[in-house]
């Protein structure tokens, strides 16, 4: 399985951003658990939101509840984070995820796959 991120940038304060994460490769499949983890620099990398395969579950860190939100598309095998209203803090490296689990945890050791990362930076 391949995990490729994209759509991070420079963005000020309060303004948006969508990461897409597209998945390929001949043992994906769209039952797969999807999620967002981010790292700062000198931070451990952290939780941010994730979605399982029907889309019918969610769930997401404290500090990004009601300003992002995750989606997917299984035709496409992509799922997406829309970033809104963002702030200084949320300046990370954004990595997408994919597991098997059929719950949604938060800890990075169960997912099995993970993508190269994609920069964002939100400036004040």
């Known amino acids: 399985v391949q995990l490729q991120a994209s759509g991070g940038g420079l963005v000020q304060a309060g303004g948006s951003l969508r990461l897409s994460c597209a998945a390929s490769?001949?043992?994906?499949?769209?039952?797969?658990?999807m999620g967002w983890f981010r790292q700062a620099p000198g931070k451990e990398r952290e939780f941010v939101a994730a979605?399982?395969?029907?889309?019918?579950?969610?769930d997401y860190a404290d500090s990004v509840k009601d300003r992002f939100i995750i989606s997917r598309d299984n035709a496409k095998n992509t799922v997406y984070l829309q970033m809104n209203n963002l702030k200084p803090e949320d300046t990370a490296v954004y990595y997408c995820?994919?597991?098997?689990?059929?719950?949604?945890?938060?800890?990075?050791?169960?997912?099995?796959?993970w993508g190269q990362g994609t920069q964002v930076t939100v400036s004040s």
């Open positions: 995820a994919s597991g098997s689990s059929p719950r949604i945890p938060r800890g990075k050791d169960e997912y099995d796959y």
């Open positions: 979605m399982d395969w029907s889309g019918g579950s969610t």
């Open positions: 490769g001949r043992t994906f499949r769209s039952y797969y658990l």
